[in-house]
């Protein structure tokens, strides 16, 4: 049975669980996922001005991470299909009063609403494995991104490694939905669709071929914590 990635699914899952959606990733990751965005913008470094783009956003957490990284000198617009997910972000931005210029934007990832070649660092971070058609959100992330700029891609991946890969894979398919599901509480089993959408998402080599298939003219994968998470990393 395939995974249902369809657009209203997706939308209408991660609406329900938006309110409690940052406090859940800190938790079921321990925390990691700050080190992961921190190390992303440390490998992918924002350079001059031009803007930085940040697709299927969430809450904001990466181009937030960017926009420390540039201290406010570079544009960061954020986008996300998500409404919901969007209201909580500018919630947090405005209570961080953070400098320089910053926008959340609804969008969808498969059609973004901007020019070609415009920003100098597309990023995505837990976010394509969503996108019904990844392909296509390949070759938009591409096609926004500037020649010569970078395509940052952070998501989640499996250990390849024993005993961890036997340890981890337990853990993210038995009890990180129930966790998740009992604290979340939303109609769409969103905790469960989590293990679901990264086993189903193309990973390490495979993922990097994709990215060159899009367009790309490099592309490279970082393995992050034993390679719970990974950073495919393209250059236009």
């Known amino acids: 049975m395939s995974l249902d990635k369809s657009g209203t699914r997706v939308r209408k899952m991660f609406g329900e669980i938006a309110p409690k959606y940052d406090r859940m990733n800190h938790l079921l990751s321990m925390n ?25 956003t969430g809450t904001g957490d990466l181009a937030f991470a960017f926009q420390k990284r540039s201290q406010g000198k570079v544009p960061i ?9 969007l209201a ?18 609804e969008a969808d990832a498969q059609e973004l609403p901007f020019e070609d070649d415009h920003f100098q660092i597309v990023s995505v971070a837990f976010g394509l494995r969503n996108v019904a058609d990844t392909d296509q959100g390949l070759r938009e ?18 250990p390849q490694r024993q005993p961890f890969k036997a340890c981890y894979g337990w853990y993210f398919r038995r009890i990180l939905p129930r966790i998740g599901q009992l604290l979340a509480r939303n109609n769409e089993d969103a905790y469960k669709y989590l293990p679901a959408s990264v086993g189903d998402f193309p990973m390490g080599q ?3 071929q994709r990215m060159l298939t899009a367009g790309m003219s490099q592309a490279i994968f970082y393995p992050l914590t034993f390679g719970i998470a990974t950073l495919y990393v393209g250059t236009k």
């Not at 965005?37 to 031009?50: C, F, H, L, M, S």
């Not at 617009?77 to 997910?85: L, R, S």
């Not at 405005?94 to 934007?105: D, L």
């Open 32 to 56: 990691v996922d700050h080190y992961w965005r921190w190390r992303t913008t440390r490998i992918v470094r924002p350079q001059g001005i031009a803007p930085i783009l940040d697709i299927c």
């Open 77 to 85: 617009v954020a986008t996300d299909f998500c409404p919901e997910m």
């Open 141 to 158: 992330m591409t096609r926004v991104c500037r020649p010569g700029g970078k395509v940052a891609i952070l998501e989640f991946s499996m």
């Open 206 to 208: 495979e993922l990097t």
């Open 88 to 105: 909580v972000g500018e919630a947090k931005r405005r209570k961080m009063h953070s400098n320089g210029s910053f926008s959340f934007i």
